[in-house]
């Protein structure tokens, strides 16, 4: 069979193409979540936004935003993810998922 995303049918992309395609379209959310615990939540939900170029003051409104939308407030922007609760990982690891999502 053939997987289409947005109409594009991804076995015909290299591995580079593949990559932007995972890094714009897919958001991941992983069983143990995967956070980075020596750098901040910020941070790590940023990141998928790092690599898109999104600009610093753009990435930062983003992150509270959605922090706010998963019911986290700013008290938890510069902790680190093993600081926090299952849930609230969990949570974080939602909001990174949609970082780079243009829809909403």
């Known amino acids: ?14 591995d580079n193409a593949l990559a932007e395609l995972r890094n714009r379209k897919i958001g991941f959310v ?19 936004s790092i690599i898109l170029g ?11 935003e959605l922090l706010r939308i998963m019911g986290l407030d700013d008290d938890v922007l510069k902790r680190r993810p093993i600081q926090l609760s299952g849930g609230q990982q969990q949570r974080v690891a939602i909001a990174r998922a949609l970082m780079n999502n243009t829809c909403g």
């Open 1 to 14: 069979g053939k997987i289409y995303i947005d109409g594009v049918d991804i076995s015909k992309l290299d």
């Open 30 to 48: 992983f069983q143990s979540y995967n956070l980075i615990n020596r750098t901040s939540v910020t941070r790590n939900v940023e990141l998928p």
């Open 54 to 64: 999104l600009s610093r003051r753009k990435r930062r409104e983003r992150v509270r």
